[in-house]
């Protein structure tokens, strides 16, 4: 596996570079900033306004922020969550143990829960199922559709086939209707490819250090 260092971002919050592929897994700028902005804010809370019980796509677990902030919302608003996410290099038990996610947002117990298992349905509470899978994007099945997807893969520069035309047609068909897709991402070819797929673009501020990002919608009808 790739040389992995871990890095405190300008919020406080932890990530970690990989120093193979050059890239960070969370903005420079802020992590837990970057993670809520995008995910949470762009995404989640875009979808509760019309359900409570919501299944969602993660494209790259990583070091699982983007899981802990959903649970984190899910308890305070009383959402039922089923939360499928892919990783096909999950994390070590000391990398996850240096992480400072925990000390500074709560649910330690949650956490550690998420990171219990790198393969399986984990129910991290009640009301909240992770089903981890350890598998690529690319060889990825999907066997069920969902109302959010969370594509937080490497950038395009980087794992460029991670953001074609193909990938997004698989994930708007993954997608019922009404159902979106949010990414830090707002490459122009990126969001051509999400066009051909079907897709309807939305061009949104971007978190602290970056301009822009994007959510794409599967529209009803």
């Keep these: 596996m790739s040389a992995l260092k871990l890095i405190t971002t300008e919020d406080g919050s932890h990530s970690i570079y990989n120093e193979e592929l050059n890239e960070h897994y969370h903005s420079t700028h802020g992590a837990v900033q970057e993670s809520r902005h995008v995910f949470i804010e762009a995404g989640l809370n875009e979808v509760c306004k019309t359900k409570n019980e919501i299944k969602i796509l993660e494209v790259g677990f990583g070091t699982g922020l983007n899981c802990l902030l959903t649970c984190a919302e899910a308890i305070r608003m009383d959402l039922a969550i089923h939360y499928t996410s892919l990783e096909p290099f999950p994390l070590t038990a000391e990398m996850i143990a240096s992480l400072n996610y925990a000390e500074s947002l709560g649910h330690t117990e949650l956490f550690l829960m998420m990171h219990s298992n790198a393969q399986g349905r984990i129910a991290v509470s009640n009301k909240f ?93």
Excluded: H
């Design 129 to 221: 199922i992770l089903y981890r899978q350890k598998e690529s994007l690319l060889s990825f099945v999907p066997m069920e559709k969902y109302e959010l997807i969370y594509f937080d893969a490497f950038a395009p520069g980087v794992q460029p086939e991670l953001w074609s035309e193909e990938v997004f047609q698989k994930m708007f068909d993954c997608l019922l209707p009404g159902g979106i897709l949010v990414t830090y991402c707002a490459q122009g070819q990126v969001k051509r490819n999400m066009k051909k797929a079907g897709f309807s673009i939305e061009r949104l501020p971007g978190p602290p250090g970056k301009r822009e990002m994007t959510r794409a919608s599967k529209l009803v009808g």
